[in-house]
């Protein structure tokens, strides 16, 4: 059984044991291909950690670290302590075991109350998998690092940290229809009558990254190119430096679907390296409309899942944002924001099968547009 087969078998089993929760398990598997770090927005009670948890549990021989954060946590609770005997002879060598830098996979809650005597570990840890303290370094065996958070730092000096995950994913409740799906595999989960667990070393994992680097991203390059010009002229920052990492991303996702090249669904992962929550909608939107012309069989299953929008929700948003212009209170950047998002509702309306409800929207929104040509 190969490296690949092996993840997608984890990967499902972990999607089985949580309902609902497929795309959050999915970027989870296109993280770790990519050794990325991965966000995760959400209330409590939205199974972020028993997901890790889970998904840690079947990689074997591999160690799992898992830690909540306050304002008063201390280095020697993430790191560990300074080892005594060492102390006596005047070294400062730190006891790691059972800590953060012996773990393959690393998962930190409420991220964003790293106070500032760990920050600086913290960052160098997550952006180059090194350990630094004192005269001590070391690689770390990370195959990833998973943060979450109820919301999002509104402290500058916390953006650095939030700019260290790539992949940002929102973890929310199910929706309603598939909650009593979920209490049953949640029964089986809470008494350990899951199925046998399959597992994947972190060796086989290693292997598949490394041949995520190989795989060819010239099919694609002028369109990621092109992309990321579109992005930046939105109002959405993309580094040089997260445009290059983001091509792991899409390495990682041809990689799960057994290519050894590129196709332009790959590029489905961009929707989830957003700043802010209000510009979740609106990269939604421009990838959709470039990867939904990509019927190739061999995409990724995520690339192919478009919601079904809903037309009632659909028309308070467009009634929204025609409040929030005609309220003549928005700076030119507000304006920009509110024409992206307009933009982004246009396309999901495409995609409403009741004609007359479809009609009434597109009515609403044109009238908006022309509001908007008014006034320029």
Request: net charge negative; aromatic share 6%.
């Amino acid at each position: 059984m190969t490296s690949s087969v092996k993840l997608n078998n984890v990967l499902q089993f972990v999607k089985d044991s949580f309902i609902g929760k497929d795309e959050i398990i999915d970027l989870l598997g296109i993280t770790l291909i990519a050794r990325e770090n991965a966000f995760l927005l959400g209330p409590p009670g939205t199974a972020k950690s028993a997901i890790i948890r889970l998904l840690a549990s079947c990689i074997e021989g591999g160690k799992n670290f898992e830690y909540l954060l306050t304002r008063f946590t201390e280095p020697n609770e993430i790191f560990g302590p300074f080892d005594i005997r060492k102390l006596k002879e005047g070294e400062l060598i730190t006891n790691t075991e059972g800590m953060m830098p012996e773990a393959s996979m690393v998962f930190l809650d409420e991220i964003f109350n790293a106070n500032s005597a760990i920050l600086n570990s913290l960052l160098l840890a997550l952006n180059e998998k090194i350990f630094r303290r004192g005269k001590e370094t070391r690689k770390l065996p990370a195959l990833m690092f998973v943060g979450a958070s109820n919301v999002l730092p509104e402290d500058e000096a916390l953006n650095a940290l939030l700019d260290r995950f790539l992949i940002r994913i929102e973890c929310d409740y199910v929706d309603t229809d598939l909650l009593e799906e979920v209490l049953v595999v949640g029964w089986k989960l809470e008494n350990n009558a899951m199925d046998e667990k399959p597992s994947i070393t972190p060796n086989e994992i290693m292997e598949l990254q490394a041949m995520s680097r190989k795989v060819d991203l010239s099919p694609i390059r002028k369109k990621y190119v092109d992309l990321v010009h579109n992005l930046r002229n939105t109002g959405i920052k993309v580094s040089d430096r997260r445009a290059v990492k983001i091509q792991n991303l899409i390495a990682a996702s041809a990689l799960m679907c057994g290519r050894t090249e590129a196709i332009v669904s790959d590029l489905w992962v961009l929707k989830y390296i957003w700043d802010t929550e209000e510009q979740i909608e609106i990269l939604a939107g421009i990838i959709d409309t470039i990867i939904e012309k990509d019927n190739s069989p061999m995409a990724h299953p995520q690339a192919l899942f478009n919601k079904v929008p809903n037309a009632e929700e659909l028309m308070k948003e467009v009634q929204l944002l025609t409040g929030k212009w005609d309220s003549g209170e928005l700076s030119f950047e507000e304006q920009n924001v509110v024409k992206d998002k307009l933009r982004y509702v246009q396309t999901r309306c495409n995609w409403i099968k009741n004609p007359e409800h479809k009609q009434h929207i597109e009515h609403e929104i044109g009238s908006l547009w022309q509001k908007m040509l008014q006034t320029i």
